[in-house]
């Protein structure tokens, strides 16, 4: 066989698992109580798929089905796959293909028995959540697609190696450089490594600009006398539902959230002056209070757990598919 003919016969047994499972997921995602049966026009009867009876003895290699005294190869039926799919799945193929090349060439493996453990695991919680924990019922509804238990833990298998081996590429060869630390420390610990736990009562403009001032200038007059108070005049005068609920907390509250000058009030807070205001965003008007301040150093010790985290995490959707998009390019793929 030639490398064209070979290719071709691996794109239509591709071609024919990926039909498969998509039909398969499709029709697994919905609860097997409410999946609607087709019914025939009145008069004429439904069409009951072939009846399958036991080969005795088992059929030669390469034959898939004998029908009325008549060899069926292997051949014959992946050619009436092709007429049927084309080429409509060709690029899931070829992504795969690449997939499989490079963890080859980056010396990477899947261990199947996870594989197998894996792909069980799924199709027993298949079993259990649409169709009751009776594996007759899913087996059945297998037999209506004139598929069998084991050609469809043999799909499953087939790409959940592939998505593994997917993962391991990217983690393989991904890269991050001191512009990702950074900006993964920021992220984490705030900007310079400062993180802020506060308190905040917001105040809705009211008919007039002056008093909503006016109501913040009373409030700060009772905090400075009783700083105490502040989550009792959360509950009564504050106008944000959300922190309202939380005593007017905000737990990790990350810079320019309500803009740069509220920013600057919350640096200015220190444990000796923990109440500021009123200040402005585009929300209102807001009275701070510090709660705590916690600074991280961006020392050797947190770059290298950051780095090691942005090393090993699995990848992304995003990383998934710029992957994919890269392998694609570096590839020569002719049709």
Request: hydrophobic fraction near 35%; proline fraction near 5%.
């Amino acid at each position: 066989m030639t490398r064209g003919e070979t290719l071709r016969t691996a794109v239509i047994v591709l071609l024919g698992a990926a039909l498969f499972l998509a039909t398969s997921w499709a029709q697994e995602s919905r609860p097997a109580a409410t999946q609607p049966t087709a019914s025939a026009p009145a008069g004429i009867t439904p069409t009951k798929p072939p009846a399958y009876v036991t080969a005795d003895p088992p059929l030669p290699a390469g034959v898939l089905a004998r029908i009325n005294g008549r060899d069926i190869t292997r051949e014959e039926y992946l050619a009436f796959l092709f007429r049927r799919i084309d080429t409509d799945q060709l690029t899931d193929f070829v992504d795969d293909y690449l997939i499989r090349e490079q963890a080859s060439r980056l010396d990477l493996k899947v261990d199947e028995a996870v594989v197998e453990q894996l792909v069980d695991e799924r199709i027993q919680r298949t079993i259990d959540n649409l169709y009751g924990g009776d594996r007759g019922r899913f087996e059945s509804v297998l037999g209506q697609r004139l598929q069998t238990l084991a050609g469809y833990r043999r799909a499953q298998c087939s790409r959940l190696r592939t998505d593994m081996l997917l993962e391991r590429c990217i983690v393989t060869e991904r890269s991050v450089d001191d512009e990702d630390v950074k900006r993964h420390f920021e992220r984490v610990y705030g900007a310079g490594g400062v993180q802020h736990q506060i308190r905040h009562i917001l105040l809705l403009p009211g008919s007039s600009r002056e008093s909503a001032d006016a109501q913040a200038t009373r409030l700060l007059q009772t905090l400075s006398e009783d700083p105490g108070r502040f989550v009792e005049l959360v509950h009564k005068h504050s106008q944000d539902p959300l922190t309202r609920r939380t005593d007017g907390f905000i737990a990790n509250y990350r810079g320019g959230m309500y803009g740069s000058e509220f920013q600057k009030v919350v640096d200015d807070l220190t444990a000796e002056n923990q109440i500021a205001g009123p200040v402005r965003s585009t929300r209102g008007l807001h009275i701070v209070q510090l709660i705590k301040r916690t600074e991280t150093p961006f020392d050797a010790t947190v770059t290298a757990e950051i780095h090691a985290f942005l090393t090993t995490q699995p990848p992304t959707a995003i990383e998934r598919a710029r992957y994919r998009e890269r392998l694609r390019k570096q590839a020569r793929v002719e049709r």
